[in-house]
């Protein structure tokens, strides 16, 4: 009995070990979306679709996916930041000096993701993340513990080119810098000004719960996003349970003169591989029930969780518009190649508070968006041969004078005050395709309205060490 068994166990790890060895085989290049019709030659590269909004990674060379059936393909991915920082604290010193530095090692971000679809037209995506970890607590120095949390996870369907549908966690298409790639910022990170519509707090990493249309026309060379999000969820009352208030309604139209963008995420560095030249609008706008109570930060003490019942709210609304280019100079190139990157984005938001925090006239649907203008311009330059690239970048957050320069000055916790960041740095690539590529930034943090007894800037000095695979 005990060999028979023995040959049994032989016979079924011989039986893995065949079916690893022919998905194995079966892996090769595949186009990151729906399949052509008919089977391509061995020798001929498979033509990517038009019009194909999933996650998409700036990169040089073919992209692998293990490919199952002529619908059935998944793709993984892994994604490591390891940062160190130097942050000049805004402290000033009793003799009167600056503050000194605080010196931080950490994971800005550790991700891993998978895309793929099981059927035609249908496909999924779903991202893990560590955000920040180890980061020290500014006030404990305690190090942050890991907390994976799910970003992206969403289910989509595509009925036409004009017409897609996605539904679950999705990336809100609020600035055209917020919906870059992480691996491929044009600067060290996404642009401090493009947190601005999550400064609420309702999102998770700039993403939501809802359902979002998008379509593409003109050859794909215009794109429309329209979502229902979760948003802001009002406080229950004696009258109604939680919830009473519409969603979160967020749009985005995006034209592209010369090479069409169809990805989940677009734009940072193609690296040459691309000539991009366009435009892009966004709408973002929520609006919270009179009836119902305020929100944060008029929830919690001295404000009763009832603070808000029956007065005045007005909308949150938001509007970004950008205009943005990556010219390879030497043109497109499937290889890489030198290339001249840049952006030049606005912003205006108005939460609705009116007055200010602690004696509001109108409790406002978003009140920690204090009404504010924002300004972001960033440029870079790629060299292929030398393996490098250098950058810039200039921001602004300009907070209202509708509200009292008092007020401006010291504002609470979690509302952020007018300032503006001004960036330099450089990057080396290990291998030209952006698989391995470290980062040294300088930065000058502007307090615009900080009284005279206060510090009025602050520098931070990041290196960075990015692996991404994919």
């Given at each position: 009995m005990g060999s028979i068994s023995k040959a049994r166990r032989r016979s079924c790890w011989a039986s893995l070990i065949a079916m690893l060895a022919a998905a194995a085989a079966s892996a090769q290049p595949a186009p990151t979306g729906s399949q052509t019709e008919k089977p391509q030659a061995p020798e001929t590269a498979p033509a990517r679709p038009a019009g194909t909004p999933l996650p998409a990674v700036a990169q040089i060379g073919p992209a692998r996916e293990i490919k199952l059936a002529e619908y059935t393909w998944f793709r993984f991915g892994a994604q490591v930041q390891a940062w160190f920082k130097a942050a000049q604290d805004r402290i000033v010193q009793p003799d009167g000096s600056d503050g000194g530095y605080a010196m931080d090692f950490y994971c800005r971000r550790c991700r891993f993701f998978t895309t793929g679809s099981i059927v035609k037209d249908l496909y999924f995506n779903v991202l893990f993340e560590a955000a920040n970890v180890g980061k020290a607590d500014p006030t404990t120095g305690a190090r942050t513990t890991p907390v994976p949390s799910i970003l992206d996870a969403y289910g989509q369907v595509k009925f036409a080119d004009a017409f897609w549908l996605s539904g679950g966690s999705i990336l809100l298409p609020l600035t055209r810098n917020g919906m870059q790639p992480t691996t491929t910022y044009v600067s060290i990170d996404t642009a401090n000004v493009a947190t601005t519509p999550a400064l609420q707090g309702n999102t998770i990493v700039l993403r939501d719960l809802g359902i979002q249309a998008n379509g593409f026309f003109a050859e794909n060379h215009v794109e429309y996003r329209l979502g229902v999000f979760q948003g802001t969820r009002q406080a229950g009352m004696a009258t109604q349970t939680a919830s009473h208030n519409g969603p979160r309604i967020v749009a985005m139209v995006s034209a592209n003169l010369w090479d069409p963008e169809t990805g989940y995420v677009n734009g940072g560095h193609y690296y040459g591989t691309r000539k991009v030249l366009g435009v892009m609008g966004n709408f973002d706008y929520q609006a919270l029930r009179k009836s119902g109570p305020a929100t944060t930060p008029f929830t919690t003490t001295p404000f009763p969780p009832t603070t808000g019942t029956g007065a005045d709210k007005n909308a949150y609304v938001g509007f970004s518009g950008a205009a943005f280019i990556n010219y390879p100079l030497a043109g497109p190139n499937p290889r890489g190649g030198d290339?001249?990157?840049?952006?030049?984005?606005?912003?205006?938001?108005?939460?609705?508070?009116?007055?200010?925090?602690?004696?509001?006239?109108?409790?406002?649907?978003?009140?920690?968006?204090?009404?504010?203008?924002?300004?972001?311009?960033?440029?870079?330059?790629?060299?292929?041969?030398?393996?490098?690239?250098?950058?810039?970048?200039?921001?602004?957050?300009?907070?209202?004078?509708?509200?009292?320069?008092?007020?401006?000055?010291?504002?609470?916790?979690?509302?952020?005050?007018?300032?503006?960041?001004?960036?330099?740095?450089?990057?080396?690539?290990?291998?030209?395709?952006?698989?391995?590529?470290?980062?040294?930034?300088?930065?000058?943090?502007?307090?615009?309205?900080?009284?005279?007894?206060?510090?009025?800037?602050?520098?931070?000095?990041?290196?960075?060490?990015?692996?991404?695979i994919y």
């Open positions: 290339e001249i990157v840049g952006l030049l984005q606005f912003g205006y938001y108005d939460g609705g508070l009116g007055g200010t925090l602690t004696a509001p006239t109108n409790f406002g649907t978003y009140p920690l968006v204090l009404k504010q203008t924002n300004y972001l311009a960033e440029a870079g330059y790629y060299n292929h041969a030398g393996h490098f690239s250098v950058f810039g970048k200039y921001e602004t957050r300009k907070i209202s004078e509708d509200y009292p320069l008092a007020f401006r000055q010291a504002l609470p916790a979690g509302v952020s005050p007018s300032q503006t960041w001004i960036a330099g740095g450089l990057k080396y690539y290990v291998a030209p395709a952006n698989i391995l590529n470290f980062t040294l930034q300088y930065e000058r943090v502007i307090n615009n309205d900080a009284p005279g007894t206060e510090q009025g800037g602050t520098n931070n000095i990041t290196f960075q060490m990015q692996t991404i």
